[in-house]
């Protein structure tokens, strides 16, 4: 069964720090992975989305890298701002998308 | 471009009532997900459809039924609501069997059930 573990559970930094999210999954065998932003009582945004044969992607201050044979993803956030305070989940996609619990993070000026 | 709109947005329910929630996409994808979302448990699949008139069973659909009549709308029904489905509701839609697209995602549907 395809487990999905993000760490830290939980970050707060301040502003202009670089920071680096990680999800891991037990199952190499994925489509792609997705990492999602959630904001408090909102729906989910799409960040970046790394097909299994890409190695990253890039989204203005976002770097999102994928090692399959590994099962692990980060999620890289350069020159953090207190707008990216928010929940940022891993999704792999394995013909059914199944999510880590998240990693809460808040970016204080 | 509407994208995946799901209605309603808020519902308080009474224990045993019925309701329904509605899913609907204009993105003309194939694929529709039903997830719930609940504190320290992440998101998690209920239902899905791979396609017009196809549903299929996911990692925790007791006490849940889902109907796609119409490729753009997939309803979820709860037949009689219990506490434990007190929880955010989320619809999202894909594209098909190419897998290489990601997920849309509506705004959510928060649901009590008291």
């Known amino acids: 069964k395809q487990e999905v573990t993000q760490i830290p559970a939980a970050l707060s930094v301040p502003e202009g720090e670089n920071l680096v999210l990680n999800c891991s999954f037990t199952?190499?065998?994925?489509?792609?992975l997705q990492w999602f932003r959630q904001d408090p009582g909102k729906g989910l945004t799409s960040l970046l989305l790394?097909?299994?044969?890409?190695r990253e992607q890039t989204s203005g201050r976002l770097n999102a890298s994928l090692d399959k044979s590994s099962g692990r993803s980060t999620l890289y956030i350069a020159a953090s701002q207190p707008g990216d305070s928010a929940t940022y989940l891993c999704?792999?996609?394995?013909?059914?998308?199944?999510f880590g619990t998240g990693t809460r993070l808040q970016v204080f000026p | 471009n509407a994208g995946v709109t799901q209605t309603p947005k808020f519902r308080v329910l009474k224990t045993g009532q019925s309701m329904t929630l509605l899913c609907a996409q204009d993105?003309?994808?194939?694929?529709m997900y039903w997830y719930r979302q609940d504190p320290g448990m992440g998101l998690r699949l209920i239902h899905y459809?791979?396609?017009?008139?196809?549903?299929a069973k996911g990692e925790v659909p007791d006490g849940y039924n889902v109907s796609r009549l119409k490729k753009q709308n997939f309803l979820l029904g709860l037949e009689s609501a219990a506490p434990s489905q007190t929880s955010v509701y989320f619809c999202?839609?894909?594209?098909?069997?190419?897998?290489?697209?990601?997920?849309?995602f509506g705004s959510g549907t928060r649901l009590t059930v008291v």
């Open positions: 459809s791979v396609g017009e008139g196809t549903t």
């Open positions: 790394i097909q299994s044969s890409q």
């Open positions: 999704a792999v996609n394995t013909d059914k998308l199944i």
């Open positions: 199952d190499s065998a994925i489509y792609n």
């Open positions: 993105m003309n994808h194939e694929y």
């Open positions: 999202a839609s894909s594209y098909s069997s190419e897998r290489i697209y990601g997920y849309t």
